[in-house]
């Protein structure tokens, strides 16, 4: 039985939208065949910031357990909402086990239900605060047989390496895309463009030294991509 907060805010979806959908087309761009409701982000996001406002007392563990029904929801709306309700959770509420990711991954297919979660704001602040705890995750998420968590251990690293200077989390990003750069699966040689990339700004030379040193065993699309970022600031070049 869902969560009672999980229902509320599955009503104010409900309420805003229309019918679950399915569409082979976009099933195919998303990497999985969950039913959405046709709602936009930026009303996701108005319903995420309103609700969080009038819960701003909630303690980490209820917020956890919301969390952790919506993950387990049948839509992929549902799932979605939780990397959103994420952006807008206070400090405290963010301070819940980190292992709740271990298993909510087990509940999302594709990057972009993946992504949703593991990239914004929690990963910034969360991940370097309590990299005692996350440290052994992202090592065991960049070995696990589940795809969702080998890139989950290359995207939840995306955020931080764009905002903040971390050697501890610069050294287990190279270290899991080396584990990874003979993947060939495109969720996974997507993002290590993604995540080298985003070194760009904070570790420009150490970046650089890698992509020398191993651009024979990366990802043909990773190197090109970082390539081109490390010249334009874009990841493809501009057209003319």
């Not at 909402?81 to 807008?88: A, F, H, N, P």
């Given at each position: 039985?869902?969560?009672?907060?999980h229902?509320?805010?599955?009503?104010?979806?409900?309420?805003r939208?229309g019918t679950?959908?399915?569409?082979?087309?976009v099933?195919t761009?998303?990497?999985n065949?969950?039913p959405?409701?046709?709602?936009?982000?930026?009303?996701?996001r108005k319903i995420?910031r309103?609700w969080?406002?009038?819960?701003?007392?909630?303690p980490a563990?209820a917020f956890s357990?919301?969390?952790?029904?919506?993950i387990?929801g049948?839509?992929?709306?549902?799932?979605?909402?939780v990397?959103?309700?994420?952006?807008?959770a206070t400090?405290?509420?963010r301070?819940?086990?980190p292992?709740?990711?271990d298993?909510?991954?087990?509940?999302?297919v594709g990057?972009?239900?993946?992504?949703?979660?593991?990239?914004?704001k929690?990963s910034n602040?969360?991940?370097?605060?309590n990299?005692?705890?996350?440290?052994?995750?992202?090592?065991?998420?960049?070995?696990s047989?589940?795809?969702?968590k080998?890139?989950?251990?290359?995207?939840l690293?995306?955020?931080?390496?764009?905002?903040?200077?971390?050697?501890?989390?610069?050294k287990q990003?190279?270290e899991?895309?080396?584990?990874?750069?003979?993947d060939?699966?495109?969720?996974?040689?997507?993002?290590i463009s993604?995540?080298?990339?985003?070194m760009?700004?904070?570790y420009?030379?150490?970046l650089?030294?890698?992509l020398?040193?191993?651009q024979d065993?990366?990802?043909?699309?990773?190197v090109?991509?970082?390539?081109?970022?490390?010249?334009t600031?874009?990841?493809?070049?501009?057209?003319v």
């Amino acid at each position: 039985m869902a969560n009672v907060f999980h229902q509320e805010i599955l009503q104010q979806i409900i309420e805003r939208s229309g019918t679950p959908t399915q569409h082979t087309f976009v099933d195919t761009y998303l990497g999985n065949d969950h039913p959405r409701y046709p709602i936009s982000i930026p009303v996701l996001r108005k319903i995420a910031r309103e609700w969080m406002k009038e819960y701003t007392d909630l303690p980490a563990s209820a917020f956890s357990q919301l969390l952790t029904s919506l993950i387990k929801g049948k839509s992929s709306t549902e799932k979605c909402m939780v990397g959103i309700l994420l952006d807008y959770a206070t400090p405290e509420q963010r301070k819940f086990d980190p292992k709740a990711f271990d298993s909510w991954l087990d509940h999302l297919v594709g990057w972009a239900e993946v992504d949703s979660l593991c990239t914004g704001k929690y990963s910034n602040t969360e991940i370097p605060e309590n990299w005692k705890n996350w440290k052994p995750l992202l090592v065991r998420f960049n070995k696990s047989k589940n795809i969702q968590k080998r890139r989950a251990s290359l995207v939840l690293l995306c955020s931080p390496m764009r905002n903040v200077q971390d050697d501890r989390l610069r050294k287990q990003a190279f270290e899991n895309i080396d584990r990874l750069k003979s993947d060939k699966e495109i969720l996974i040689t997507k993002a290590i463009s993604w995540l080298l990339r985003n070194m760009a700004k904070h570790y420009r030379s150490e970046l650089i030294a890698y992509l020398n040193k191993n651009q024979d065993t990366l990802p043909t699309l990773a190197v090109r991509e970082t390539m081109a970022k490390l010249k334009t600031g874009r990841k493809t070049k501009k057209k003319v």
